[in-house]
């Protein structure tokens, strides 16, 4: 009789996100607008058997002084974790819940059913992936979906889920290579505890609310923007975190200083591979100096953080410290805290201010056998203080933005002029 397998080893990224739990919520969300309605039975299906190719979907975290795991839940049904209504309030409520990981497995789901559409809305534990690995479980739970759909035995067998941890990152370099990693310093590789004391917020406040902000960036300037970077030679991303540069120093108290600005770069691009050999995290927080200075015009402002961008990629400042960390943490199996020792090389957590782009969604991510997606959403992590942190996507032609946070009247205020701003520095742009 086969043995079922009861625990998943735990990789860095997993401690790494446990140890920022004060920080934020510790999940990402989906939020798919369908045109039409899908099979539930057949969804729910789909739902088990893709999370049976990825069981830490399917587990509890089990921390340890020395060495945490992820503990596999027997008998799982993703029924227990599924809910349909056709309330508003619910469905908008459902997007606010986090995931207690040491208490359950690591998704919740909900389909808000409306004037015959359905709105597809997961949160799934940031623990268990970043926006890359998300994107590819959609595309497996949309693959089950369409081919359930056809055939009731379909399986798909061509999904090998392997190792989750950080040592992938390494394997194609040299000792030589990865000593530099784990043992140069480099500049801006930590994160400022100074954003907070530029961004307006209430430490005090006597209430504090839960809420996640939308806007959509039509076509028709999305267009444009391509248009303009191309003719330019400047990335979108850079643009893009230009725009979110100039929109916080246009909200904040004292803006005479430079901001450090994070954004997310996946590490998977220093891999031979392009992949990870299991759903996994594998991505960081790269940081820029921005500042703002007098009469300078946007697109000067974007040249100037193309330039940083540059610097900081260009000297591999993304894989430094991490070689030495897992050596310190996973390999010798220290008796230390281990959230010292993250937060001592990767950054508290806390004061991430940042930027997260994952990009174009293609349309295989979501082909749920053909129904039309008329929206879609990638949504991070509910910010707890200070804020904000954008999250980006871009999907059929059109550009997602998204900020969660909990905060006081004021700050969700001031999230949602981020948010225009933004906007208004990307017309600016093409003008």
Not at 192 to 220: F, G, H, M, W, Y
Not at 313 to 321: L, P, R, V, Y
Not at 396 to 417: C, D, F, P, Q, V
């Amino acid at each position: 009789m086969k043995k079922h397998k009861t625990k998943i080893k735990a990789a860095i990224w997993d401690e790494l996100y446990y140890s920022w739990r004060k920080s934020f919520d510790q999940a990402i969300r989906a939020d798919i607008q369908f045109g039409g309605e899908l099979d539930i039975n057949i969804l729910i299906d789909a739902f088990n058997e893709t999370i049976e190719l990825v069981p830490v979907v399917k587990s509890k975290w089990i921390n340890k002084p020395v060495r945490s795991y992820w503990e596999i839940i027997q008998n799982f049904n993703i029924r227990d974790y599924f809910t349909v209504t056709e309330d508003l309030e619910d469905a908008e409520n459902f997007m606010l819940e986090s995931i207690d990981c040491e208490a359950c497995a690591q998704i919740k789901v909900l389909i808000y059913r409306h004037k015959g559409k359905d709105n597809l809305r997961i949160v799934l534990s940031h623990m268990c992936f970043d926006g890359s690995s998300f994107m590819d479980f959609l595309e497996l739970l949309s693959r089950y979906y369409s081919g359930l759909k056809q055939n009731s035995d379909f399986k798909i067998t061509d999904f090998v889920n392997g190792e989750r941890d950080v040592w992938q990152l390494f394997k194609n370099f040299t000792l030589k290579e990865r000593l530099n990693f784990a043992l140069k310093k480099i500049k801006h590789s930590k994160i400022s505890q100074n954003i907070r004391l530029n961004i307006p917020c209430d430490k005090d406040a006597s209430e504090k609310t839960k809420v996640i902000q939308k806007k959509i960036i039509e076509e028709e300037l999305l267009l444009k923007l391509i248009e303009k970077s191309k003719k330019s030679g400047q990335k979108l991303n850079d643009i893009f975190i230009a725009a979110f540069g100039r929109s916080l120093f246009d909200i904040s108290i004292a803006n005479h200083s430079p901001m450090p600005i994070a954004f997310s770069i996946d590490l998977r691009i220093f891999m031979k591979e392009k992949k990870t050999a299991g759903l996994t995290n594998m991505s960081t927080a790269l940081f820029i100096p921005f500042d703002k200075i007098e009469g300078e015009s946007f697109e000067e402002s974007v040249n100037r953080t193309s330039t940083h961008i540059n610097e900081v990629k260009n000297n591999n400042s993304a894989m430094f410290n991490k070689e030495l960390l897992r050596l310190l943490v996973f390999s010798f199996y220290l008796p230390v805290s281990k959230e010292k020792i993250l937060k001592s090389f990767l950054g508290g957590g806390s004061a991430v201010t940042g930027i997260s782009n994952v990009g174009v969604i293609k349309p295989e991510v979501v082909s749920f056998s053909g129904l039309k997606v008329e929206e879609f959403f990638m949504i991070g992590s509910v910010k707890f203080t200070p804020f904000p942190a954008l999250f980006i996507n871009t999907f059929n032609n059109r550009i997602y933005l998204s900020t969660a946070s909990l905060g006081s009247k004021m700050e969700i205020e001031l999230e949602k002029r981020v948010l225009d701003l933004f906007e208004s520095y990307l017309i600016n742009y093409v003008e």
